[in-house]
């Protein structure tokens, strides 16, 4: 394990330790009352036989209560994984996810979105598992060993001596059994998230599908991931079972010797029947805790492999912090901009041009000629590899653009773009405190009297399920009305209305602003154009 995942772990443990301490604890006290009970069980033995003098009912009482003390402990332990575990996973997954929120636009799109949710359901829930319960255990073990082999040794050193000598082995092999199950579990964990990409992306768009008459490219699709996994599980199962098979050959060896050992010196009479039992006792106190080593390591490694695909996420850089520049009015100034996604894909090269406070711009041009990419230069999503960008107001301030000035631009992106929940949930998403009679302004203003009719607790499926697409445009227009920015970015927004419902939008859009409002629209549709006081025509490279 390297000194990065070393050190990934215990910035990660932050907040989850005290539940881990709380476990590791609980395992120490369970252990001690095991070897209480094995001395317990060694003194009514010797009793019952007369080699010794102690109360019979004493030693009864005393293994009773041990006996009901375990059964507590053991009820805690649960209750506590129970409890504080799922605790301890919403607060990784959450900061995750907020981190993720909070990440550059840019960073996160080469994940799939499929793979993206596995790693934060599935690798986040075995990283919690590893920091809350499995290295408490490992804890918990490695205390019973050393407390078994001094109890042992106090009794018989060459037995306790002679146990221990598979140590060594058990952890050069441990070694080469995780460096293989480690590269088999990563190859499962992307084949995994490969199936749930296909399971999503086809339930996301199985109205395509259809219409494609392809759902049965797509089951196929899945059948040949699946049938990927089960192998990947298989050698990982026969690899994991032989070597099972081996430690419990070696295992069994340990107590056929014991047993024998044990035999012999009772025999001789060197030791009692207390002791012979305390022996066998024993013998499964040194050798459980590589026995549940060998349970713990596909977690261990299953951790590792978690902890390297959460730290490929907690490696995306953060958006830059700071107050929000907030301007009254607005303007966009492009000064000699260049952006290539790669030396042979160059979008935009050397522009210039200016969208001045109250202006009305149309951005045309042919499909990849760059016009969602200039937008999202100016929402700061991206940055230009030569050149600027900047906001500016009507008393010459400016400002290159950041994630500080996005207050000020109002965005409704192409497509449909609706959460699930209700008309008044995602209205609240462009302000969170925004009044009804704002909501209700900001329907209107958009065309959207059927969300007024409907009203505003009306249900919203997925992507807008239960709305036709313009009308889903037109909530989505309405949510960024509700924000308070002087800068509106439209990006092929009326695509899916009809010409009589486009014009009248305009024309409350035209109000609205006011002429102090700057708007952009990306469209091709005269309509629109017949509305716009400039125009930017982008050319695609060569």
Known sequence: MSTNIIRWFWNTSRGLRLQSCINAILGIIHVGLDFAFIASTKLAIDIATGR??????????????????????????????????????????????????????????????????????????DITNVITETLPSV??????????????????????????????????????YVKKMRVLTREIRNTDSNIQSILQESIQHRIILKTLERCQTMVERLGISQALLRNQIRRRTLFSSFSATMLSAGFGGGYLITFLWGVNRLH????????????IQLVGQIQGPFRELTRY?????????????????????????????RLREGGIRINDVTYAYDEH?????????????????AIQGETGAGKTTLIRLILALMKPQNGSIEIYDATG???????????????????NTIFSGTIRDNLLLGNPNATEEQMLDALRIACAEFAIERGLDAACGELGAGFSEGQ???????????????????????????????QELLHRLHQWSDGKKTIIFITHRQAVLDYCTQFLTLKEEC
Request: contains cysteine; charged residues 15%; glycine residues 6%.
């Open 268 to 279: 001789e009479g060197a030791i009692t029947y207390g002791m012979m039992i305390a022996f």
């Open 52 to 125: 010794s003098n102690s109360s019979l009912n004493v030693a009864a009482a005393l293994l009773i209560g041990i006996m009901l003390s375990q059964i507590f402990m053991g009820f805690t332990r649960k209750w506590v994984a129970a409890i504080l575990g799922v605790r301890s996973q919403n607060m990784l997954q959450l900061r995750l996810f907020s981190h993720l929120m909070q990440s550059e636009w840019s960073g996160i799109e080469r994940h799939h979105s499929g793979d993206v949710l596995n790693r934060l359901e599935h690798d986040v829930k």
């Open 139 to 176: 804890l918990g073990l490695s205390v019973r060993f050393v407390g078994a082999f001094f109890f042992l040794y106090s009794m018989d050193k060459t037995l306790a001596c002679l146990l221990v000598f598979v140590a060594p082995v058990f952890i050069l092999l441990s070694k080469l």
């Open 472 to 502: 889903a445009q037109r909530i989505s227009i309405a949510r960024a009305l509700l924000r308070k920015g002087s800068i509106l970015l439209l990006d092929e927004a009326t695509s899916a209305l009809d010409t009589e419902t486009e």
């Open 345 to 361: 894909r160059v979008i935009l090269n050397h522009l210039r041009f200016d969208f001045p406070i109250g202006s009305i711009t």
């Open 397 to 415: 301030n400016h400002y290159v653009v950041s994630p500080q000035t996005r207050c000020n631009l109002v965005y409704v992106p192409q497509g």
């Open 297 to 325: 390591i596909p977690i261990i490694v299953n951790s590792i492999t978690a902890c390297d695909r959460l730290m490929e996420l907690q490696d995306t850089p953060t958006e830059s912090d700071g107050d929000p520049i």
